[in-house]
C-alpha cells in the first residue's frame, strides 16, 4: 500500500505564496509520474501541474508562469510552489502519484489540502 500525505494549505490574500508538499510512503518500487489536480466547489477536478521522473513538466494554462513544480526523487516528494495567487485558485488541491510495482503502474491520491485565496 502506498500513502501520500499532502501539507502546505491554508488561507492567503490575492497576490500571496503558498507551498504545498506531498509526500509518498509505503511499498513503491518505481515512483513515476506525480502531480497536483484541483476541485472547486460544484466543478470537476482538474489538472494544475505534473511532474515526471525524469523532470518532464506540463502545467495547466491557468497557472502557466505563477506555480512551479519539483519533486525530490530520494525524498519521493512533489512541491508545488504557488505565487500570485488568485481567488479563482481558491480549491482543494489533491496530490496524485503513479506507482510502479510488479510491473504494473497504479495511481494514488492523497487526502486532499485547501487553498483559500480571499481578501
Known amino acids: 500500500q502506498v500513502q501520500l500525505v499532502e501539507s502546505g494549505g491554508g488561507l492567503v490574500q490575492p497576490g500571496g505564496s503558498l507551498r504545498l508538499s506531498c509526500a509518498a510512503s509505503g511499498s513503491i518500487f518505481r515512483l513515476n509520474r506525480m502531480g497536483w489536480y484541483r476541485q472547486a466547489p460544484g466543478k470537476q477536478r482538474e489538472l494544475v501541474a505534473t511532474?515526471?521522473?525524469?523532470?518532464?513538466?506540463n502545467y495547466a494554462d491557468s497557472v502557466k508562469g505563477r506555480f512551479t513544480i519539483s519533486r525530490d526523487n530520494a525524498k519521493n516528494t512533489v512541491y508545488l510552489q504557488m505565487n500570485s495567487l488568485k481567488p479563482e485558485d481558491t480549491a482543494v488541491y489533491y496530490c496524485?502519484?503513479?506507482?510502479?510495482?510488479?510491473?504494473?503502474?497504479?495511481?494514488?491520491w492523497g487526502q486532499g489540502t485547501q487553498v483559500t485565496v480571499s481578501s
Open positions: 496524485n502519484a503513479v506507482v510502479e510495482n510488479l510491473r504494473r503502474e497504479y495511481p494514488y
Open positions: 511532474i515526471t521522473s525524469g523532470g518532464s513538466i
